[in-house]
T-cell receptor, first 111, second 113 residues
Framework: DAKTTQPTSMDCAEGRAANLPCNHS???????VYWYRQIHSQGPQYIIH???NNETNEMASLIITEDRKSSTLILPHATLRDTAVYYC????????????FGKGTRLSVIA | EADIYQTPRYLVIGTGKKITLECSQT?????MYWYQQDPGMELHLIHY???????EKGDLSSESTVSRIRTEHFPLTLESARPSHTSQYLC????????????FGPGTRLTVL
């Protein structure tokens, strides 16, 4: 699977949008982009995933560039409970490969 | 909320003891995984299974072993615990047919004295 690069940490003011970038410049055409988060050493939690189109669900939006070399996870109105480590993962064939986690971005939402 | 359970949640034991960390899921998922995570560090895959009687080693070498005799149960065993095994162990599962979301248990925090 392709590797990803994320900033080590970010801060965001409560109520503002949190924009978390991810670079995956070696992504292949059949690799999906997944986002998970881990709150204070709990088990990671799925957020969203996409292949090439932008995606939105009740938690977040995922914006993937046209060349698919990078993406941005957007939390539209960050709350203190969104403070967590956010992992961007690229993965072939979602059903048949384990998730491989990198270091992620530690997001701190500040009151 | 995911129906995946881990016991115990916390365990403090002495060196040399044999321990088994339990993981069970009630979702009928074929695939199950064990990850190891040191405090503040990334998760490392140590074992996985694609179904009954199937087990594979992950990316991180581990002295632990696993078994998969029943679909819902994926225990991890350390025959002789050492202080270097002190870590958090996270179990996860998802459906074989390509379900997108991988569900994680709450984890077991192991301390070996």
């Amino acid at each position: 699977d392709a590797k990803t690069t994320q900033p080590t940490s970010m801060d965001c003011a409560e109520g503002r949008a949190a924009n978390l970038p991810c670079n995956h410049s070696t992504i292949s055409g059949n690799e999906y982009v997944y986002w998970y988060r881990q709150i204070h050493s709990q088990g990671p939690q799925y957020i969203i995933h996409g292949l090439k189109n932008n995606e939105t669900n009740e938690m977040a939006s995922l914006i993937i560039t046209e060349d698919r070399k990078s993406s941005t996870l957007i939390l539209p109105h960050a709350t203190l409970r969104d403070t967590a480590v956010y992992y961007c993962i690229v993965r072939v064939d979602p059903g048949n490969t384990p998730l491989v986690f990198g270091k992620g971005t530690r997001l701190s939402v500040i009151a | 909320e995911a129906d995946i359970y881990q016991t115990p949640r916390y365990l403090v034991i002495g060196t040399g003891k044999k321990i088994t960390l339990e993981c069970s899921q009630t979702m009928g998922h074929d695939k199950m995984y064990w990850y190891q995570q040191d405090p503040g560090m990334e998760l490392h895959l140590i074992h996985y299974s694609y179904g009954v009687n199937s087990t594979e080693k992950g990316d991180l070498s581990s002295e632990s072993t696993v078994s998969r005799i029943r679909t819902e149960h994926f225990p991890l065993t350390l025959e002789s615990a050492r202080p270097s095994h002190t870590s958090q162990y996270l179990c996860a599962s998802h459906h074989l047919a390509g379900e997108d979301e991988q569900f994680f248990g709450p984890g077991t925090r192991l301390t070996v004295l």
